[in-house]
């Protein structure tokens, strides 16, 4: 059995959040697992990654309907998610690629 996409992307936010509070003071991302899509009937989990500072977020999408895809987009915490989402396969989603992502995003 495969691992769950979910724990995949979890796990991986999980490490480039310590990564990123132990060499960037300035950035304190805050990852939140959102249970909103599925409530509404959306089959998908979503993951944020705020940063409080610059008002910034990074929206992660799993949709079952699309396994081993990952659909992101980079907006404003105020900002609700558009269609223009860019997506990439899971497999090479790391926690080097998320501290980028921050460090470029939220830096």
């Known amino acids: 059995m495969s691992e769950d996409?979910?724990?995949?992307?979890?796990?991986?936010a999980s490490d480039a959040h310590a990564r990123i509070q132990a060499s960037h003071e300035h950035i304190n991302p805050v990852i939140e697992v959102r249970r909103k899509m599925r409530d509404a009937g959306i089959p998908a989990d979503?993951?944020?990654?705020?940063?409080?500072?610059?008002?910034r977020r990074i929206m992660l999408?799993?949709?079952d309907?699309?396994?081993?895809?990952?659909l992101y987009?980079?907006?404003?915490?105020?900002?609700e998610?558009?269609?223009?989402?860019q997506s990439m396969?899971?497999?090479?989603l790391d926690t080097q690629k998320l501290v980028q992502?921050?460090?470029?995003?939220?830096?």
């Open 65 to 70: 309907q699309q396994p081993g895809l990952l």
């Open 61 to 63: 999408i799993l949709h």
């Open 89 to 92: 396969a899971l497999s090479e």
């Open 5 to 12: 996409p979910l724990k995949i992307l979890s796990d991986a």
């Open 73 to 79: 987009q980079f907006i404003t915490i105020e900002q």
């Open 46 to 55: 979503v993951l944020t990654i705020d940063c409080h500072q610059t008002r």
């Open 81 to 85: 998610a558009g269609d223009d989402f």
């Open 101 to 107: 992502w921050m460090e470029d995003y939220f830096g």
